[in-house]
């Protein structure tokens, strides 16, 4: 059984400041409770509550913390992949709900997998998911000092169970300072994606993960006989040209877990029981 967390690319990464070691911390915290849930749960169920674990965290931009756009509201994008049926559910742009992975986790049980914008926020409430802001101070004033991105963060999750079954989940209050509709790569198969051999989430600016179709492109050469350090420095040479900015964690099915960033900020947590690992 293995796990591996993001919590995106941290501006703070190369200083010591306060914050780092907090995100540091909690990155911690959170990995090795969502190993010990993974002990007696699936790969699906150990990702969604990790990153809902993540969520929570105002520290992280997903879920509560998720920063504000261009017009002034918070506007979330979660999605879940499962490796061994390779469906895939996610909400875009949804408003006002405190864990958008779990509504992505609801719509697995949906023939329509993906919703985006109000019809997303209705699928919410009409399945008890209560109106919730996710709105922190901090972000507001943010917002109103600079309106501009103070960075990118994003949340991932990649776990492998007992049964060797992959799993995927990742969330996101987007780059910031958007133009509304804007869509993040977190729910596409760039930036979240997962089949028996490989599952991958990343982080980054999206617009840059979609180009490179990064998750799905690391996955699928696994699948053609790629070794999992292999196929991430093809994809993270194909960000060359156009100096894609991007990051992404993974797993594969004999339990390799391997992360790479284009730009060295990204911030992981990984932990097999025995071997704490964090990286920045
Ligand atoms: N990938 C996210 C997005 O562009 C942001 C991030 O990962 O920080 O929406």
Do not use: W
Not at 12 to 23: D, G, L, M, V, Y
Not at 89 to 97: A, K, L, P, Q, Y
Not at 143 to 149: I, P, T, V
Not at 228 to 252: H, N, R, S, V, W
């Amino acid at each position: 059984m293995k796990i591996i967390i993001h919590g995106g690319f941290f501006s703070e990464s190369h200083t010591n400041s306060e914050t780092k070691i907090a995100k540091q911390n909690a990155l911690k915290e959170i990995a090795r409770k969502g190993f010990e849930f993974l002990q007696n749960h699936s790969a699906l169920e150990t990702v969604v509550y990790t990153v809902s674990l993540l969520e929570d965290n105002e520290l992280f931009n997903a879920g509560i913390g998720s920063q504000i756009q261009s017009d002034g509201k918070i506007r979330m994008s979660a999605s879940l992949m499962d490796g061994t049926t390779q469906k895939m559910s996610g909400v875009i742009n949804i408003e006002d709900v405190k864990n958008p992975i779990q509504v992505a986790e609801k719509l697995l049980d949906f023939e329509d997998k993906v919703l985006g914008g109000e019809g997303a926020t209705n699928f919410a409430r009409q399945n008890g998911f209560e109106a919730f802001s996710t709105e922190i101070p901090q972000r507001r004033e943010e917002y109103l000092a600079k309106k501009e991105s103070t960075g990118t963060g994003t949340v991932g999750c990649v776990a492998l169970d007992a049964e060797r079954k992959l799993a995927v989940a990742t969330s996101t209050g987007g780059k910031g300072f958007e133009i509304p509709g804007r869509i993040s790569d977190s729910a596409t198969v760039a930036g979240n994606y997962a089949n028996q051999d490989c599952a991958v989430s990343c982080t980054g600016v999206g617009e840059d993960i979609v180009s490179g179709a990064v998750a799905a492109k690391i996955v699928t050469r696994l699948t053609d006989g790629f070794s999992i350090d292999k196929a991430f420095e093809k994809t993270f040479d194909e960000l060359k040209p156009f100096d894609g900015f991007a990051g992404a964690i993974a797993i594969d099915k004999s339990g390799n877990v391997f992360h790479q960033d284009s730009h060295p900020m990204m911030v992981f947590a990984s932990f097999d029981g025995k071997e704490f690992e964090i990286f920045d």
